[in-house]
């Protein structure tokens, strides 16, 4: 447990076991507990990094609009404090955005890469043209515990136990943080940067997260010999919908690299 600064914010991180290194990144609003079935797992034969993404967590957030480039820094950043030359990064959602920005922002440091769930932009199509604006305009409004409410029953009906987690990590959010926080989120965009990942990608995707499905066909055939495996009986929080099959494909993939 221990912190480092980056960029005006204190990041949070967490390290267990020991060997080739394998850092966690969690999706927005969400925590470094999310990987705790992940970091169990591999933690007998990986040195598991886990971290809380600025504005979330234990992580802090600096006054001022949320610069997304600062994400992928915060996570070399990270890198270099634990004098980590590369590391495989998994990450889901968001989180799988950051490690797939930095793959292509700091290729020396990325040694292989593993997307759940990821989307690489939030204007594949209309309908995403269309929502996220209006997803940025509708926080706003709406008080944070019942966004919290409204996502936690999305994403716990494959996980019934992911209601209280989701409850927890949004509770750890100032409403201001996390409206502040999603607006520099949605501006994440790599549409244009997929084909200059030169790591081995292994690309994990939940047969029910209905939320960024339509980007994965594309994303696996853009990136250089991507892999692209569906998990069965998982959502949008698949590495806890179905941590049994994610570990599984993930050692298989570590063991092939």
Same mark, same amino acid.
């Given at each position: 447990?221990?912190?480092?600064?980056?960029?005006? %914010?204190?990041?949070?991180?967490?390290?267990?076991?020991?060997?080739?290194?394998?850092?966690?990144?969690?999706?927005?609003?969400?925590?470094?507990?999310?990987?705790?079935?992940?970091?169990?797992?591999?933690?007998?034969?990986?040195?598991?990094?886990?971290?809380?993404?600025?504005?979330?967590?234990?992580?802090?957030?600096?006054?001022?609009?949320?610069?997304?480039? !600062?994400?992928?820094?915060?996570?070399?950043?990270?890198?270099?404090?634990?004098?980590?030359?590369?590391?495989? !990064?998994?990450?889901?959602?968001?989180?799988?955005?950051?490690?797939?920005?930095?793959?292509?922002?700091?290729?020396?440091?990325?040694?292989?890469?593993?997307?759940?769930?990821?989307?690489?932009?939030?204007?594949?199509?209309?309908?995403?043209?269309?929502?996220?604006?209006?997803?940025?305009?509708?926080?706003? !409004?709406?008080?944070?515990?019942?966004?919290?409410?409204?996502?936690?029953?999305?994403?716990?009906?494959?996980?019934?136990?992911?209601?209280?987690?989701?409850?927890? %990590?949004?509770?750890?959010?100032?409403?201001?943080?996390?409206?502040?926080?999603?607006?520099?989120?949605?501006?994440?965009?790599?549409?244009?940067?997929?084909?200059?990942?030169?790591?081995?990608?292994?690309?994990?995707?939940?047969?029910?997260?209905?939320?960024?499905?339509?980007?994965?066909?594309?994303? =696996?055939?853009?990136?250089?010999? =991507?892999?692209?495996?569906?998990?069965?009986?998982?959502?949008?929080?698949?590495?806890?919908?179905?941590?049994?099959?994610?570990?599984?494909?993930?050692?298989?993939?570590?063991?092939?690299?």
């Amino acid at each position: 447990m221990a912190t480092f600064q980056s960029n005006g %914010a204190d990041i949070y991180y967490e390290e267990k076991g020991s060997g080739p290194a394998l850092i966690f990144t969690h999706g927005h609003s969400m925590y470094h507990k999310q990987w705790a079935p992940q970091v169990d797992y591999f933690s007998r034969s990986h040195r598991t990094i886990v971290w809380d993404v600025r504005g979330h967590g234990n992580s802090s957030l600096p006054d001022g609009a949320v610069d997304p480039e !600062l994400f992928s820094k915060d996570l070399a950043a990270l890198m270099e404090t634990l004098q980590l030359p590369s590391a495989v !990064l998994c990450g889901l959602s968001m989180g799988g955005h950051i490690s797939l920005q930095t793959a292509v922002r700091y290729p020396e440091r990325v040694r292989a890469l593993v997307l759940i769930g990821t989307p690489f932009t939030n204007a594949f199509n209309w309908f995403e043209r269309t929502t996220a604006p209006f997803s940025r305009f509708s926080t706003r !409004l709406i008080p944070l515990r019942t966004t919290a409410k409204l996502t936690a029953t999305a994403l716990s009906k494959v996980t019934p136990s992911n209601y209280a987690f989701i409850m927890e %990590a949004f509770g750890k959010m100032t409403h201001r943080n996390f409206v502040r926080h999603w607006a520099g989120n949605l501006r994440m965009d790599s549409r244009a940067d997929l084909e200059k990942i030169q790591c081995p990608t292994l690309i994990l995707h939940g047969d029910k997260d209905n939320m960024v499905g339509r980007q994965q066909a594309e994303l =696996a055939a853009r990136i250089p010999g =991507a892999v692209l495996h569906t998990i069965p009986n998982a959502h949008h929080l698949t590495n806890l919908d179905n941590p049994d099959e994610v570990n599984r494909w993930i050692e298989a993939f570590l063991n092939g690299i």
